[in-house]
């Protein structure tokens, strides 16, 4: 009995930690990419106007992308999503949208689906 219980919490110790292993994996790629989308942003010049999209671009998507996905949600509640996103920058000057391609390290212009 005494082994079982060790075997067991053994087990769960083990799941445990590949657990925060997985978990400290995905926030340290989500943290990379973000610092990538911040570098970026800070020295792409909009295709439309010219000027520096900057972090406030990168807020601007991060609002408008919110609003869509409540829209979606709003209507068609008995939907489960699964989305990956396509919106990451809006020009603060011109409003223009662009999508961030991670293996181009670039901004593209954003097409709506
Ligand atoms: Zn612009």
């Avoid at 445990?16 to 989308?37: D, E, H, K, N, W």
């Avoid at 010049?45 to 919110?66: M, Q, R, V, Y």
Wanted: hydrophobic share 45%; aromatic share 10%; charged share 25%.
């Amino acid at each position: 009995m005494k082994n079982a219980i060790m075997g067991l919490l053994g087990c769960c110790g083990f799941l445990a930690i590949v657990l925060i292993i997985f978990m400290t994996i995905g926030l340290v790629a989500f943290r990379i990419q973000l610092f990538q989308l911040r570098s970026f942003a800070k020295r792409f010049p909009c295709a439309n106007c010219g000027t520096i999209l900057g972090i406030k671009s990168l807020e601007l998507a991060d609002t408008e992308w919110e609003r869509q996905l409540e829209e979606m949600r709003r209507e068609h509640s008995d939907v489960k999503f699964k989305i990956v996103r396509t919106l990451h920058a809006i020009c603060a000057n011109c409003g223009t949208k662009y999508r961030f391609v991670k293996k181009d390290r670039t901004f593209v212009l954003y097409e709506a689906d």
